[in-house]
Nanobody
Framework: QVQLVESGGGLVQAGGSLRLSCAAS????????MGWFRQAPGKEREFVAA????????KYADSVQGRFTMSRDNVKDTVYLQMNSLKPEDTAVYYC?????????????????WGQGTQVTVSS
């Protein structure tokens, strides 16, 4: 089991920045590729970003490419999502998830463990 706890969400104006954190506990963190997903009201959960086990590889959804940066610290067992130039359409609950096999999956099924989510609201 891997327990994931997100933090760092909040209310920000359009054009602003936020940094989300996801702290992991339980099994060896570096054994898992990690991902961020988000779910806006009335919409399905969607892939945002992923990072490989070493942190050297990253992948982003087209909608956030160039604005969001995902990273990880395998000493602190934490992943981060730096979000810049935020837009109202980025408003959603953001979830981190752990992928035990492979990496950078854009579907939800390969991710076996999920956090509870953190709300991000971007005002116009």
């Amino acid at each position: 089991q891997v327990q994931l706890v997100e933090s760092g969400g909040g209310l920000v104006q359009a054009g602003g920045s936020l940094r989300l954190s996801c702290a992991a506990s339980g099994r060896t963190f570096s054994n898992y590729a990690m991902g961020w997903f988000r779910q806006a009201p009335g919409k399905e959960r969607e892939f945002v970003a992923a990072v490989s086990r070493s942190g050297e590889g990253t992948k982003y959804a087209d909608s956030v490419q160039g604005r969001f940066t995902m990273s990880r610290d395998n000493v602190k067992d934490t992943v981060y999502l730096q979000m810049n130039s935020l837009k109202p359409e980025d408003t959603a609950v953001y979830y981190c998830a752990a992928q035990p096999v492979g990496w950078a999956a854009v579907e939800q099924t390969p991710y076996h463990f999920w956090g509870q989510g953190t709300q991000v609201t971007v005002s116009s």
